[in-house]
């Protein structure tokens, strides 16, 4: 049982320090800076025990403790004041911190939802199979909070790649802006997950950490729906871009046949979306995969990595089909997962038949 006095860190979030008031279910920790930090008793982990007060016969006289005791109400009017302006304002995401940030192709990673806001929020995580949506986590996320989800490996990223989070906002016995409750879908590009630059500093973790945006300023996250009158400039602008670097590509000699990454996601390509249809996309990504080998053709022994994702498999078999039609003359495998992650295509050069 945590009791007054007693050093705990926190179950489902980083941090803790000395329990100074417990209120019904509520333990306010004040930390290392000084901050009292409001926590269910519960997810308090108790490390060291508060040391058995000695009371004198001069200081049990004055009995300090009914004035103390007297406090909890006028102490949860502080924790009301204490909401921000901004916390009014829904912000939600999904964090990822790699465990061991020095070798990303084998160590496990962590998953929090932060909830930066002034309101509770029940959750629900949802990862998508072949056989349908299935709920990975679910309960209630208090405000201003990092909420600890699990602790994963590679072999669960291929569940990772279709994520749902459903969120409705409330607070506890006070009135409240109503917000609408949030359904966002995510697709996860877990090839990030072995790439470091994935992993940058924010405002939530002292480690650097994936962030992938939930709600942002009541505003959930949504996909883009392409606008057609903006097909034409998008391409264009992109292809102003690319036309010097694929002109230059053969030019750079590479005697040591280090292999080349092509990294063929869209959100890698193209700056935005806008006006694109998906088949734009795909033959955007294929025309982008045939430069790359016509640039390299004359590069006997060559390597070059796809990488595509695997996703619905839909840019994956285009590939196989190019490679098997095509430009069959070249040698083709799945690259190396552990270099490359999963949804990675190797391709060898060889000199035409």
């Known amino acids: ?14 941090g803790g320090g000395t329990v100074v008031k417990i209120s019904k279910d509520i333990a306010y920790v004040e930390e290392e800076d000084g901050f009292e930090t409001p926590v269910l008793v519960h997810e308090c982990v108790v490390i060291e025990a508060a040391a058995p ?67 509770f929020l029940f959750f629900t995580l949802l990862n998508r199979t072949e056989k349908g949506w299935h709920t990975r986590h679910s309960g209630i996320v208090e405000p201003n909070i990092q909420l600890h989800l699990e602790e994963f490996g590679a072999e669960s990223l291929n569940d990772l790649e279709r994520l749902c989070i459903q969120a409705v906002a409330f607070k506890k016995e006070k009135p409240f802006d109503l917000k609408n409750a949030v359904s966002v879908e ?26 992938l ?12 729906e392409p606008d057609a009158a903006a097909l034409e400039a998008a391409l264009r602008s992109k ?43 795909l033959n955007y990504q294929l025309d982008k995969f045939r430069e790359t080998l016509d640039a ?32 069959r003359q070249h040698d083709y495998q799945d690259a190396s997962f552990r270099e490359y992650g999963f949804g990675a295509t190797q391709v060898t050069i060889r000199q035409q038949k």
């Open 239 to 281: 292809k102003n871009i690319d036309r010097p670097q694929s002109a230059s590509a053969p030019r750079k000699p590479n005697k040591t046949h280090e292999p080349v990454v092509v990294d063929l996601h869209i959100h890698e390509l193209l700056d935005s979306t806008a006006g694109l249809s998906n088949s734009d996309m």
């Open 53 to 119: 007060k000695r009371v004198s016969p001069v200081t049990a006289a004055p009995t300090p403790q009914p004035a103390a005791v007297q406090r909890p109400e006028e102490k949860e009017e502080e924790i009301e004041i204490a909401e921000t302006p901004e916390g009014e304002r829904l912000n939600l995401s999904l964090a990822f911190l790699p465990v061991n940030e020095k070798s990303l192709t084998t160590t496990r990673f962590d998953a929090y939802l932060i909830n930066d806001s002034n309101y």
């Open 186 to 211: 995510h697709r996860l590009d877990t090839v990030k997950f072995y790439k470091l630059h994935s992993f940058r500093e924010n405002d939530y973790f002292d480690e650097n950490a994936l962030i």
């Open 213 to 224: 945006p939930v709600v942002r300023n009541d505003v959930p996250e949504r996909r883009f």
């Open 1 to 14: 049982m945590v009791k007054v006095g007693d050093k705990v860190r926190f179950l489902n979030s980083v």
């Open 296 to 327: 390299y053709k004359n590069t006997i022994g060559q390597k070059i990595i796809f990488i595509h994702g695997k996703g619905e498999g839909v840019l994956r078999k285009a590939i196989l089909n190019e490679l098997h039609t095509k430009y």
